[in-house]
Each structure stands twice: as structure tokens, then as C-alpha cells.
């Protein structure tokens, strides 16, 4: 399972990173030349789907930590950034794509501007991510004595 937090109030972006248990043999990030994959989330709900590029070449959506290498994905959602799905960038709203439960695939494919998943060369990972939105806390008011409630049910 991956998780993708959203940004904040206030935030410029979200970079996420998480790893992949890409069983493609191929994906370390010197011996690729050509490939490229698709990340392509569902929402569990909605249905709706939301696509973005993971490509090592560029080195902005796959990057090595501690050796390991792991993917980034930037999250656009509390800005009026229009995300660029070939950098490894989304956009999660509250209508079509909103935090909470998704299954993601990854595609392989050769192509540095694919972004349709008839193009691809076949899916090599599938999983669930969960989507997070970093809200305020609730806030709850005490109870006082002066505080007046009518709780009267009627049973005819």
C-alpha cells in the first residue's frame, strides 16, 4: 500500500515518496534509457482516474534514497498550479478525486509523452493507495451546566 498525502493550507506543493515493489527487473534508474510508467490511480468511489508519468530519465519523479530508489509524485491540490502529468505531478479535488481510498496500476511503456494506457506496454504492478488531506483538527466545546438541549422523543 502507498500513501499520498495532500498539501496543506498554506502549502505551495506536497512531494510524496514512497516505493514501489516494481517487479519489473528494469527499474533501476542507470540501466533505463527508454522506458517509462504510468501511475494511474482509481478512486475506490468515484471511479474517476487520474494519470501521471513516472519518468527516471528526468530524475524528478524517481529518485534514489538511501540507495533504494523510490518514486516522488508532487501534489498541486490547495494551488491554482495546473499539474504537469509528464513531470510526476497531480491534482486531487473534492468532487472527482477526493482523499481517501484508490487502487493504483503501474504501466510500462517507451514513450516520454504517453500519457493514454492503450499506448502501454502492459501493466506491471497493481496495489491501493490511500489519499490524505492534512486538515485542522476538530474543535469541540464543553458542556456547562447553562446549556440548554431539548431531547424529547414522542412514541404514539
Same mark, same amino acid.
Given at each position: 500500500?502507498?500513501?499520498?498525502k495532500?498539501?496543506g493550507?498554506?502549502?505551495?506543493?506536497?512531494?510524496?515518496?514512497?516505493?514501489?515493489?516494481?517487479?519489473? #527487473? %528494469? =527499474?533501476?534508474?542507470?540501466n533505463? *534509457?527508454?522506458?517509462?510508467? &504510468?501511475?494511474v490511480l482509481?478512486? @475506490?468511489?468515484t471511479?474517476k482516474?487520474?494519470?501521471t508519468?513516472?519518468?527516471?530519465?528526468l530524475?524528478?519523479?524517481?529518485?534514489?534514497?538511501n540507495?533504494i530508489?523510490?518514486?516522488?509524485? #508532487? %501534489? =498541486?491540490?490547495?494551488?491554482t498550479? *495546473?499539474?504537469d502529468?509528464? &513531470?510526476g505531478?497531480?491534482?486531487f @479535488?473534492?468532487?472527482h478525486?477526493?482523499?481517501?481510498s484508490?487502487?493504483?496500476?503501474i504501466?510500462?511503456q517507451?514513450?516520454?509523452t504517453?500519457l493514454?494506457?492503450?499506448?502501454?506496454?502492459?501493466i506491471?504492478?497493481?496495489g491501493?493507495a490511500? *489519499?490524505?488531506?492534512?486538515?485542522?483538527e476538530?474543535?469541540?466545546?464543553?458542556?456547562?451546566?447553562?446549556?440548554?438541549f431539548?431531547?424529547i422523543t414522542y412514541?404514539?
Amino acid at each position: 500500500m502507498i500513501s499520498i498525502k495532500l498539501n496543506g493550507v498554506g502549502s505551495d506543493k506536497q512531494e510524496n515518496i514512497f516505493y514501489l515493489s516494481l517487479k519489473d #527487473t %528494469d =527499474f533501476e534508474i542507470s540501466n533505463l *534509457v527508454t522506458n517509462t510508467y &504510468l501511475l494511474v490511480l482509481t478512486n @475506490d468511489y468515484t471511479k474517476k482516474i487520474l494519470i501521471t508519468m513516472i519518468n527516471p530519465n528526468l530524475g524528478n519523479s524517481a529518485i534514489a534514497v538511501n540507495n533504494i530508489y523510490a518514486i516522488r509524485i #508532487t %501534489d =498541486f491540490s490547495n494551488t491554482t498550479t *495546473v499539474p504537469d502529468a509528464l &513531470l510526476g505531478q497531480t491534482k486531487f @479535488d473534492d468532487i472527482h478525486t477526493p482523499p481517501g481510498s484508490y487502487s493504483y496500476e503501474i504501466h510500462q511503456q517507451n514513450s516520454k509523452t504517453n500519457l493514454k494506457l492503450s499506448n502501454t506496454l502492459g501493466i506491471i504492478e497493481t496495489g491501493k493507495a490511500f *489519499v490524505t488531506a492534512k486538515v485542522e483538527e476538530v474543535q469541540y466545546k464543553q458542556y456547562t451546566d447553562n446549556d440548554f438541549f431539548d431531547n424529547i422523543t414522542y412514541v404514539q
